[in-house]
Structure formats: C-alpha cells, structure tokens
C-alpha cells in the first residue's frame, strides 16, 4: 500500500470518485461508445457523447486517474516550456497554428468547466525560463516562435525565483488545477448523463467487427464506435508503439517555510526543472489553506535509467538547495508518449474500419491536449467540423519526424539485445535479492525477474508480453519496466500500463 508520501499529492487528498460496480460478466452488453481508459480524455470524451444522448460506457483497467492524470503536475498552459519551437523546427507554421488553436480551445474549455462544477482553477503567469547561460538562446527562440503564433508573450527576468536566471518567456493568464477534482466532476457528470464508468475492467482483445467486439477480464462488451484513451494505444494496429517514445518524469511536493514562487516555471535547461503551488488539504492538524511548493523534473525514457530512485533524490537535494528548510510530503512520478512530429495524433485508427479511434502523444502537456483530443473526437464521430483539427489531421510526416522515428526504432533494437545479453550473462544468486531489490537472470533460454517487496519475494517472466522487450528494475516505485515501449508491471507481475495488455507470468 502507497504511504502518503510515495503518492501523488492529488491522489492522496482525492475526495473519491463514484464509479459503477463492474458486473461479473458484460454479457455482450452494447453500447454506442465505449471508452478505454478513464483519465482526463477518457472521461472528457465520455462526457461528450454522454451529453449527445448516445450510450457511453468507460473501461478503467484500474481506476479513475490511476496513470497519467493523477500523477501530472496538471498545468493548463499554452506556453509548454520549449514545446512551440520544437514544433516549428519539426512541421509547417500552419500546422503550428493548429496546435497552439487546439491548446487555446482545450485549456479555456477546461477552465470553463471547472468554474461551472465548483471546481478550483488558480490562475497563474506561465513562465520559460533559462537557469543557465546556455539555454538563454532557447528562452530566445521561444519567445520568437510564440509571437510568430501570435501569443501575447514577453520576455521578462523572473523576480520571484530564489535563484539566478538568464531570462524567461511570460505568457500571463494561464491555469493550475488539482488533476483528481477535475475527474471527480467528470465522472460525476458522465453517470448524471446516463453514462457508465467500471473500474478494474481491463480490454485485452478487439475486433473490428460491426458492432465492435471488445473483450476484456469480464467478458465481451460490443461497441458501435471504441476509443482508446490508454496513453499508448492498447492496439498494435498502426504502430504507434514505434512513433512515440515513453518519457517518466518526477514530481514532489514540498512544505516551505516563508514566502515561495506563485508562477508556473519551467526550465528550458536539462534537466527540466518544473515549478508551481497547490493547496494541502491533509494538514495532520486538519487545518486548510496552507500551499505546499511542487517540484518536477528529471525525464527520461522509461525503462533506461539506471535508478529512478536517483532522480527522486536529486529533486530533493536541489530543492533543499534553492528553498532551505523544504520537508517533502509526497512524491510520484508519471509517464507521457514523445510524438515523432512533436504533436500528437488524434482520430481513427488504422484497420479499424472507421470504428476504432484514438488519442496519444501529449508530450507532457496533457491537459489542455487531453480536452483538444476529446473536442476533435466528438467532431470526428458526431460529424462536426474544426478546422484546427482538420490541420492537425492532415498535416505532413517531415523528413525530421522520419528520422526521429528511425532513430528511436534503432534505440529500441539496441536495449532488446543488450536486456536479452545481460540476462543470459546474470546466475541467479543463491540467496533472494534484499528488501526493494531485484535481478534479472534467467531460466535456460527465458529471462526470469526475481525481486523482493513487503517481504515477499517473486519471480516473473522477465519477457514483456508486448513485443519480447527483457524489463528492468524501477527502484523509487519498485516496479518492472520494459526499456522499449514502456510497459510497466508491479512487482508481482500485475500489468500497471503502457501497450501490454497481459501480466508478467509468475514463474
């Protein structure tokens, strides 16, 4: 069981979402939409079907704002650190446009909802700043690329840090809202509209077929359209497992004394620092209204780091360093999909027959994303017409974008056969791995994980069951992780997320 303080601070003080218990069997039952996964798309995407008068059903393989959602650091910004001038250098300006347009509409979108449902957005100046000398021609070329795109921006030397800069962007006005209320009032407002939302109701298989067979751990539910809202698409079927990348990225929560930056920061420097307020509604004395400080950074791509407890511990170190007498109180960490074009793909999925449709490639910016997806997919099915997302739709794959995917597919090969290598090359030891500790070994040809957590020690197929990947040891969540697309399993095996649809079986 999660401690307060390995958990994200929104899922630690959720007031709890009211979902529908999942029947023993779905029994074929049909809807005309089903949903894939109940994060802030998901349940968006319900909402708005729900709200068209159709029959929406939700299917969380394991609950409301369990991944992503829960564990972002839920900033509503159109300013994305250095996002608008990769994009340039990636695509077309008309293209670009699009994208900001998407952001604009999904973020004002949100803001609007949560002010009609009692929902509490603070709103706060977004800022790109450079740390070092270094990136201060990155701020530069931000700055040039959002007033290309036609954001009110400015360039500003940030007053309020408690650190040296070398000047930021400023875009004013922008939002932060606690990710867990947003989907309370989603989830309450799909069930008010007739929809239905299950929890620990996993899909495994899908087929195409008219209407759409989904089978899942509780049988087959039959769909007149499916979306997948999985992060990564659960389905192989236009591989997009091989056009975006996983990125985890940490985040903690901090008590500080005195006076703290109000702003939402990024840093245009590696390692990313990320920087805004939240309200700590679990004061052990019951008391309300004090703000904690939240510190994010330190991507990388999953699976690929030697100690993820290593990068828990630098955002301490640096934290204490910058904001002396900081007391942690909750840390977490969450995983995005890095688009080769740098924007994300949103619409039918291919050999789906028009049925199928998804949403991935956020980039770490999923909220005003996640509602942009949700808009362009209501219009897609409903037959609407946006013209940001018939841009987006329709834009061109750059030599850039080819090269990027051909180079992340390279890396991908590489870590298949170095994890296979080390397996076949690591006996098993004679005594099990420590407390939080694991190996992986192997079993004639067959990699076996074995690990030791709450006393108990496992072994599993060290194998993913998505496309053969050899996982690692994750040391901050105590989890295995597959360095090609991903996926992520518990200790025991238990699928977490990512593309695979199975567990790692117990050996």
Not at 35 to 41: D, H, L, W
Not at 147 to 157: A, F, K, M, N, S
């Amino acid at each position: 069981m999660l401690t307060r303080l390995e958990t994200s601070l929104w899922r630690a003080q959720s007031p709890g979402i009211e979902t529908d218990p999942p029947p023993i069997d779905f029994a074929r039952r049909r809807f005309d939409i089903v949903v894939a996964g109940a994060g802030i798309t998901g349940l968006t995407t319900a909402l708005l079907f729900a709200r068209a008068g159709l029959s929406v059903a939700v299917l969380e393989a394991r609950s409301v704002g369990a991944v992503t959602t829960g564990n972002s650091t839920a900033k509503l910004s159109v300013l994305q650190g250095t996002r608008l001038s990769d994009i340039l250098a990636h695509t077309t300006l008309r293209t670009a446009r699009a994208y900001v347009e998407a952001n604009r509409e999904g973020r004002d979108w949100l803001i609007r909802y949560c002010e009609e449902h009692g929902v509490p957005v603070q709103r706060r100046d977004a800022f790109t700043y450079a740390a070092t000398p270094d990136a201060a021609d990155a701020v530069r070329r931000e700055y040039e690329a959002t007033r290309r795109l036609d954001l009110p921006t400015d360039l500003v030397e940030p007053t309020e840090l408690p650190f040296e800069t070398h000047g930021a962007v400023r875009l004013a006005d922008q939002a932060q809202v606690d990710p867990m209320l947003v989907l309370a009032a989603l989830a309450a407002d799909v069930r008010d509209h007739g929809g239905v939302i299950y929890e620990k109701s996993n899909v495994r298989r899908v087929r195409a077929s008219k209407p759409v067979d989904v089978e899942t751990n509780r049988g087959v539910v039959l769909a007149g359209k499916l979306i997948l809202a999985t992060g990564m698409p659960i389905l192989d079927r236009g591989l997009y497992w091989a056009k975006v990348v996983p990125q985890r990225s940490y985040a903690m929560a901090f008590r500080v004394p005195g006076e703290f930056p109000k702003g939402m920061y990024i840093s245009a420097d590696t390692p990313t620092r990320s920087l805004r307020t939240a309200a700590d509604r679990m004061l052990p004395e019951g008391n309300t209204g004090d703000e904690l400080l939240i510190v994010g950074g330190n991507g990388h791509v999953t699976g690929r780091e030697p100690s993820p407890q290593a990068q828990f511990d630098d955002l301490e170190r640096w934290t204490g360093e910058h904001f002396p007498g900081a007391v942690p109180t909750h840390r977490w960490s969450a995983q995005d999909y890095e688009p080769a074009g740098r924007v994300p793909y949103v619409g039918w999925l291919p050999r789906g027959r028009g049925r199928v449709f998804l949403a991935t490639g956020y980039n770490k910016w999923g909220m005003a994303n996640s509602v942009a997806a949700s808009l362009t997919l209501a219009s897609d099915i409903l037959g609407g017409s946006i013209s940001w997302a018939r841009t987006l739709h329709n834009r061109i794959t750059s030599p850039q974008d080819v090269a990027a995917g051909i180079g992340a597919n390279a890396a991908v090969a590489v870590h298949l056969v170095r994890g296979y290598l080390s397996a076949w090359q690591t006996a098993e030891p004679e005594t099990p791995p420590a407390e939080g500790e694991a190996i992986v070994t192997h079993n004639g040809l067959r990699p076996v994980g074995v690990c030791t957590v709450a006393g108990e020690t496992s072994r599993v197929s060290a194998r993913c069951p998505h496309l053969g990947g050899v996982v690692t040891w994750n040391d901050a969540e105590l989890s295995w992780d597959c360095p090609l697309h991903g996926s992520r399993f518990a200790a025991d095996g238990a699928r977490l997320e990512g593309p695979a649809r199975w567990d790692l079986p117990r050996r």
